[in-house]
């Protein structure tokens, strides 16, 4: 399986909910990345944490990160429409120098849909 | 606008035609990536340079898969005789990189070229 894994695959919420996607990884990272494609569209990155890292915000975005779990979350809060999209986590490893090569993997990606 | 440049942005071709994506990256960004993906998967990491160097082609997905970055600033990703399971987005991205750019360093995507093989 790939190193990271969305869950869920799909979600479906009203406007002015809040949307919780999870990821987990397998292997030490340097950082993760979340990133937001819409339909036949490039990637757009959101946020990225650092393995040093346990929270991040940024707008109406939040990210943990929990290493010993091998696990993050990203939280949308007061979603709209707008926000309806493919949301895909990525592992940027750490290799034996302890730096990244920037090379991301990714997870298989959570559908969310956003109903006005 | 990511500031990444892919072209074309569709293709359609014919089973056994070769088709070469060109990617302009963020002028200052030395470090350049492509990715692949099919529908309904993430991105597939095949290959990626810094500067002019290949560091990394094992992911290229067979010997019909080659890419250059010939100058250090544009790179093309060619595939040769293609085949329909090639129909995918290909996707290039950049980002700064080398010591001292650790973990810091956003990626950023271009809007992806599709490659539809008939």
């Known amino acids: 399986s790939q190193q990271g894994e969305e869950d869920p695959q799909a979600l479906s919420i009203q406007e002015g909910e809040n949307a919780t996607m999870n990821c987990s990884y397998k292997?030490?990272?340097?950082?993760l990345q979340w990133y937001r494609q819409n339909s036949g569209r490039g990637l757009v990155h959101l946020i990225l944490?650092?393995?040093?890292?346990r929270e991040k915000h940024s707008g109406r975005l939040r990210v943990t990160l929990d290493t010993s779990k091998k696990s993050s979350s990203l939280l949308i809060t007061a979603s709209r429409a707008a926000d309806t999209a493919s949301y895909f986590c990525?592992?940027?490893?750490?290799?034996?120098?302890?730096?990244?090569?920037?090379?991301?993997?990714f997870g298989q990606g959570t559908i969310l849909t956003v109903h006005p | 606008d990511t500031g990444v440049s892919q072209d074309p942005r569709h293709k359609i071709t014919k089973r056994g035609q070769n088709v070469t994506f060109r990617c302009d990256p963020i002028?200052?960004?030395?470090?350049l990536y492509w990715y692949r993906q099919t529908l309904g998967q993430g991105p597939e990491f095949l290959t990626y340079?810094?500067?002019?160097?290949?560091?990394?082609k094992s992911r290229l997905l067979s010997d019909r898969f080659s890419a250059e970055r010939p100058k250090g600033s544009f790179s093309t990703l060619e595939i040769q005789r293609t085949e329909q399971g090639d129909s995918a987005m290909y996707l290039c991205?950049?980002?700064?990189?080398?010591?001292?750019?650790?973990?810091?360093?956003?990626?950023?995507f271009g809007e992806g070229s599709w490659l539809t093989v008939v």
């Open positions: 292997t030490s990272i340097n950082n």
């Open positions: 991205a950049s980002r700064k990189g080398g010591p001292g750019y650790s973990g810091r360093n956003t990626i950023y």
């Open positions: 990525a592992t940027d490893l750490q290799n034996a120098g302890g730096t990244s090569y920037g090379k991301l993997t």
């Open positions: 002028s200052e960004h030395n470090r």
């Open positions: 340079f810094q500067n002019e160097a290949q560091l990394e």
């Open positions: 944490i650092r393995s040093n890292e």
